[in-house]
């Protein structure tokens, strides 16, 4: 078992609400790919969360340039997207999703974690339904300052508020390109940047590829910019590879991938296949 020690619970109204829903979401969701806090207990300056043990973050083992095959990647973003798919048929999204809050455990489970930032979402525009419930009427109106800034959506960086659990498939998407390059895809330095990044790769938003980018709070004209091959960057003959990433990085979040859409891509179904989780671990 892991202790996570977290001072400065209390703030001027009790027990900080982010603390709660952190809480709530891991006694909630129980799936073996989303973290889980076993147990919880309080002291006089801290609350005392008793969780799983994990032996390294994704972050950790793509800094270190560990050398995974095909197959072991395929299982490290097969167990992300089942953990992903199970907090957006909640209506959870996860908003922090990056490789420092994914982790590994000596059994090769992947895990996600950290829920500090996590809400729920009214509405999803991919099957139309909708959440009822009292969280969903505060997610109506939701920050755009949210999610570590290489893994954040182009509509949250352009400052929308009403946005649902496609944002995590964004991040899941940078992700999934770091994993193949061990590198980020999105390095940037601020938030024009990371636009700036963005909209070189993947082309500046148009009528066509995201009409609704110049109705947000943020929207800046940026230089003309085309779609580039991201077989080019990543350097892949696979084209299923090729084929998902695109899925799930358009500019227009309507048009990304769902999780559970996902889990279905042929990416996972041809070979070579994700390999059993016991064959993930590396001793690092």
């Known amino acids: 078992m892991k202790l996570n020690k977290i001072s400065n619970y209390i703030d001027e109204c009790g ?3 982010l603390i709660l829903r952190e809480i709530k979401i891991m006694k909630e969701i129980q ?3 989303v973290m889980n806090a076993l147990d919880l207990y309080c002291e006089k300056d801290y609350i005392n969360l008793v969780m799983e043990i994990m032996d390294y973050d994704l972050a950790k083992l793509i800094n270190r340039k560990i050398l995974l095959t095909d197959s072991q990647k395929k299982c490290i973003l097969l167990q992300i997207l089942n953990g992903l798919n199970t907090l957006h048929k909640y209506y959870f999204m996860h908003r922090d999703l990056s490789p420092a809050n994914i982790f590994i455990n000596k059994k090769g489970e992947v895990k996600i974690a950290d829920f500090g930032l996590s809400s729920k979402y009214a509405f999803d525009m991919h099957s139309g339904k909708t ?3 009292k969280y969903s009427k505060r997610a109506l109106n939701l920050t755009s300052k949210v999610v570590t800034l290489w893994y954040r959506a182009p509509e949250l960086l352009m400052g929308s508020n009403k946005y649902n659990s496609s944002i995590d498939m964004w991040s899941f998407g940078c ?3 770091e994993l193949l390059l061990q590198k980020a895809l999105f390095p940037g330095e601020n938030e024009i940047d990371q636009l700036g990044k ?3 790769l993947l082309g500046t ?3 066509n590829n995201w009409p609704e980018a110049k109705h947000l ?3 800046t004209e940026f230089t003309k910019s085309s779609k580039k091959n991201l077989k080019n960057i990543i350097k892949t003959d696979d084209d299923d590879c090729i084929d998902l990433l695109t899925s ?4 227009n979040s309507h048009e990304r991938i769902t999780a559970e859409e996902a889990l279905k891509h042929r990416y996972f179904l041809n070979d070579p296949l994700p390999c059993d989780a016991s064959q993930l671990f590396i001793d690092m």
Request: proline share 8%; glycine share 0%; aromatic share 20%.
């Open 131 to 133: 959440a009822n419930d």
């Open 248 to 251: 799930l990085l358009k500019l």
């Open 217 to 219: 709070p943020l929207y």
């Open 15 to 17: 027990i900080n609400f």
């Open 198 to 200: 963005i909209f070189f």
């Open 175 to 177: 992700i999934f390109a």
């Open 31 to 33: 799936h073996k790919n």
């Open 205 to 207: 938003p148009n009528e």
